[in-house]
Antibody, heavy 122, light 110 residues
Framework: EVQLVESGGGLVQPGKSLRLSCAASGFTFADYAMHWVRQAPGKGLEWVSGIRWNGGSSGYGDSVKGRFTISRDNAKNSLFLEMNSLKVEDTGLYYC???????????????WGKGTTVTVSS | QSALTQPASVSGSPGQSITISCTGTSSDVGGYSYVSWYQQHPDKAPKLIIYDVSHRPSGVSNRFSGSKSGNAASLTISGLQAEDEADYYCISYTASFSLVFGTGTKVTVL
């Protein structure tokens, strides 16, 4: 069974940093692009970042560009999101998601984790 | 990159068909065949229902169909059922090597 389990969320002050992790199992992690998607309380979905299957390219949403960094460790079946200079508006549920295309770029998400909650507040 | 535009709400009676629009620009929806749709029930993770404009993942009901014309994509739900009541989101690849979601549509089954 394909499974994605996020961790690393919590309460953090504005301006601080946090690192999210996503542990993948049940599929060949190294073959697929991966995504981070977030959802603020009571709001819609926002694409945060994506990374190619081999880590060769990545992309970011405008609101996090320059502050967040996505990375992956294919040997450990893990995806990461380094979040710096956090703002109150970064508060939300952060989902890790698998792309549906093998050996491709980040185009769509076919499997989602349950999410980890990030709260940015003083 | 601005969010794609979706109607805030759409409603229909059981058995009817409804269509949700997703309007973007030539730099996203109009420029690529990488539009996908997601269904999200309250307090649940989103579920993929359409990818690459009109392809349905295995296990997704054939009552869901997708299409695109110019800068707008559409999701049609035919034979509306009570379980279809949920929020729906479109997303598209963009010329900035990123993805952008739509504003989301709440579907109500009357």
């Amino acid at each position: 069974e394909v499974q994605l389990v996020e961790s690393g969320g919590g309460l953090v002050q504005p301006g601080k940093s946090l690192r999210l992790s996503c542990a993948a199992s049940g599929f060949t992690f190294a073959d697929y692009a991966m995504h981070w998607v977030r959802q603020a309380p009571g709001k819609g979905l926002e694409w945060v970042s994506g990374i190619r299957w081999n880590g060769g390219s990545s992309g970011y949403g405008d609101s996090v560009k320059g502050r967040f960094t996505i990375s992956r460790d294919n040997a450990k079946n893990s995806l990461f999101l380094e979040m710096n200079s956090l703002k109150v508006e970064d508060t939300g549920l952060y989902y890790c998601a698998k792309d549906g295309t093998r050996w491709g770029d980040y185009f769509y998400m076919d499997v989602w984790g349950k999410g980890t909650t990030v709260t940015v507040s003083s | 990159q601005s969010a794609l535009t979706q109607p805030a709400s759409v409603s229909g009676s059981p058995g009817q068909s409804i269509t949700i629009s997703c309007t973007g620009t030539s730099s996203d929806v109009g420029g690529y065949s990488y539009v996908s749709w997601y269904q999200q029930h309250p307090d649940k993770a989103p579920k993929l229902i359409i990818y690459d404009v009109s392809h349905r993942p295995s296990g997704v009901s054939n009552r869901f169909s997708g299409s695109k014309s110019g800068n707008a994509a559409s999701l049609t739900i035919s034979g509306l059922q009570a379980e279809d009541e949920a929020d729906y989101y479109c997303i598209s690849y963009t010329a900035s090597f990123s993805l952008v979601f739509g504003t989301g549509t709440k579907v109500t089954v009357l």
